[in-house]
């Protein structure tokens, strides 16, 4: 069946970086696209960007240009989200979202909580 | 950008109708569709995909849930609503970049 795996929770102090990673299995990974989803503590869903999981082009929506980078390891099928230069308000849970040609993110990762604290 | 607004909240009684609404500031038809998609969020769940285009009912989603609409305009109706459906529900379009709506929190009377 088809499942996102994402790492697990991580506590950093402002000024640290952090990598998430979503390891994609029962598909063709390469035949989806893959994006990235932040949620605030009682927030609503906001969309960050996506990767081409075919080419690795990132495309990144305003608001995350710069600290954030999309990477690939698709020899094992794994998408990766970096931030780095930590932020208090880059706590939240990131989802990846596996993305079909019509534009349907139809699976969806279980969530990786990020903690920003000194 | 484009941004899509809903209402907060919506309290509806047990087998009763909940209509939840989405509207968008700019078309997000193309070329016969509507790029527009439902997802249902549970506290501490990731989100899981009710409606795709408007109005398909995406795998394993029971028919009590359908969506409508075109252009600016969507809703998504549960019909009846059973105590399971007690979650938050977000529109999103996908005709140019990406964005979601902030939320329609659905509570039970």
């Known amino acids: 069946q088809i499942q996102l795996v994402q790492s697990g929770p991580e506590l950093k102090k402002p000024g640290e970086s952090v990598k998430i990673s979503c390891k994609a299995s029962?598909?063709?990974?390469?035949?989806?696209?893959m994006h990235w989803v932040k949620q605030a503590p009682g927030k609503g869903l906001k969309w960050m960007g996506w990767?081409?999981?075919?080419?690795?082009?990132?495309t990144y929506a305003d608001d995350f240009k710069g600290r954030f980078v999309f990477s690939l390891e698709a020899s094992a099928s794994t998408a990766n989200l970096q931030i780095s230069n930590l932020k208090n308000e880059d706590t939240a849970t990131y989802f990846c979202?596996?993305?079909?040609?019509?534009?349907?993110?139809?699976?969806w990762g279980q969530g990786a909580s990020v903690t920003v604290s000194s | 950008d484009i941004v899509l607004t809903q209402s907060p909240a919506l309290a509806v009684s047990l087998g009763q109708r909940a209509t939840i609404s989405c509207k968008t500031n700019?078309?997000?038809?193309?070329?016969?569709?509507?790029?527009m998609h439902w997802y249902q969020q549970k506290p501490g769940q990731q989100p899981k995909l009710l409606i795709y285009?408007?109005?398909n009912l995406a795998s394993g989603i029971p028919a009590r849930f359908s969506g409508r609409g075109s252009g600016t305009d969507f809703t998504l109706t549960i019909d009846p609503v059973e105590a399971d459906d007690t979650a938050t529900y977000y529109c999103?379009?996908?005709?140019?970049?990406?964005?979601f709506g902030g939320g329609t929190k659905l509570e039970l009377k």
């Open positions: 979202a596996r993305e079909d040609n019509r534009g349907v993110m139809d699976a």
């Open positions: 029962g598909y063709t990974f390469t035949d989806y696209a």
């Open positions: 990767i081409n999981t075919y080419t690795g082009k990132p």
């Open positions: 700019q078309n997000v038809d193309y070329y016969g569709n509507s790029y």
């Open positions: 285009l408007a109005s």
């Open positions: 999103q379009q996908s005709r140019n970049l990406r964005t």
